[in-house]
């Protein structure tokens, strides 16, 4: 019986792998399915290889390097599986690798860095501003006014590392797009380097200004975690094992606005669109997709679902979903008749059995994810004079996943918020849990009231 091989470049037809002109930050499942799948698409991907390097844990590099960053994306439709082998990542490296890191910023040839390290990657404070208090960042600050190549942990300091790199090596301007799910990502990280910079060495503050373009981007599609299954199937259909295969939808929509001074790949061409302004579609993306996912993923997950598609099948769920997209809907300032064609292409994603998007992974992070996904509305209703039911679930769903019931709490940023939700009974706790995620909200006797209703009807 013949082995099957391990996927990599020496298999025949595969591409080769690119010159390395994209760095990306936070190597996972989403990229790979989003940015690298428009860079593998664009016209002159040949020109534009990206090195990935990894979040927290090395698992992505152990994984990929053997395979010369190679792996399969399965697209999931309705009717059944499409494969697709990957080529655009041209190396793969662990979060530890610092001077691999730091020789890819100071090459002439780079062009952009890229992240997705989810909300809570951008250890940010009050008002977007860096949280310079957190030990990490003491930490990591420390590090790079004593050597400028000392390794760092969070993601502010790895770009400040990179950019004191690049200087350095006089090696020219660059482009950093934020890829995450952040209202305004690219002027947020604008502050947060700029701040960290201005604590490491305050000429780099003038030297980013002048060389740096941080660029914005909306970013979706829904992309679930590897399985065995995946790993399974994959072999059966194409022939070979890939360690690290990515489920996800057939639905894919980047919206980016930047000035890429040294370049970028004509992504458009794959399907991405340019735009001067990306607040609109990052507001509609924003509130409806990720809002709702965020109420499904606590609300759905305390009525023992376990993914999208079960949870969207609960009648009482597409209720509270409905009755937090009209609250949204009604604060968007996009035309009704667009919204509402969004949403119905929203519920037809969310119905696809075959993508399996697991609530225990999207619940994670609440602490980050609720202040730009819910919160927005819901102030906007408050302003408006009216109570916002649908946003009080989504709040409701997160007090009780606080409180041990449904998904796993999965959260760094949750600890003042686990304990003020296990201090007591539910209905004399809210108002603490609700200071956690902006100050005085627990105070709103009204909203409070809203939370513990439904509560007790989430759970009925």
Known sequence: MTATPRLSRSLPDTPAAAPVRIVHLGVGNFHRAHQAWYTHHAPDASEWGIA???????????????????????????????????????????????????????????????????????????????????????????????????????????????????????????????????????????????????????????????????????????????TADDRAHVAAERGYDDASPVPTEPFSEWVISGAFPAGRPRWEDAGAKVVDDVAPHERRKLWLLNGSHSQLAYVGSVRGHTTIDQAIADPRCLAWVEQFWDEAQANLGLPDEDVSAYRAALLDRYRNERVRHLLAQIASDGSQKLPVRTLPTLNAERAAGRVPVGAATTLAGWVLHLRGVGAPVKDPGAGPAQEAANAGDLADVVPAVLNTLQADLGSDADLVAAVVAQAAAIQE
């Open 52 to 226: 990935a390097f990894t979040g927290r844990r090395p698992d992505q590099a152990e994984a990929l390097s053997p395979q010369d960053g190679l792996y399969t994306l399965v697209v999931r439709g309705p009717e059944g599986d499409s494969y697709e082998l990957i080529g655009s990542l041209s190396a793969v490296h662990a979060a530890s690798e610092q001077d691999a890191y730091l020789g890819y910023l100071a090459d002439p040839a780079l062009a952009i860095v890229t992240m997705t390290v989810t909300e809570h990657g951008y250890v940010r404070g009050e008002g977007d501003h860096l949280d310079a208090r957190r030990p990490e960042v003491l930490t990591d600050v420390s590090a790079l006014r004593e050597d400028p190549r000392s390794p760092v942990a969070t993601m502010p300091a790895k770009l400040v590392a990179g950019l004191l790199a690049r200087r350095a090596a006089g090696a020219g301007p660059l482009t950093i797009l934020s890829c995450d799910n952040l209202p305004e990502n690219g002027s947020v990280t604008r502050t947060l380097v700029t701040e960290l910079a201005a604590l490491v060495d305050e000429s780099l503050v003038d030297w980013t200004e002048a060389n740096v373009d941080f660029a914005t981007s909306m970013v979706d599609r829904i992309t679930p975690a590897t």
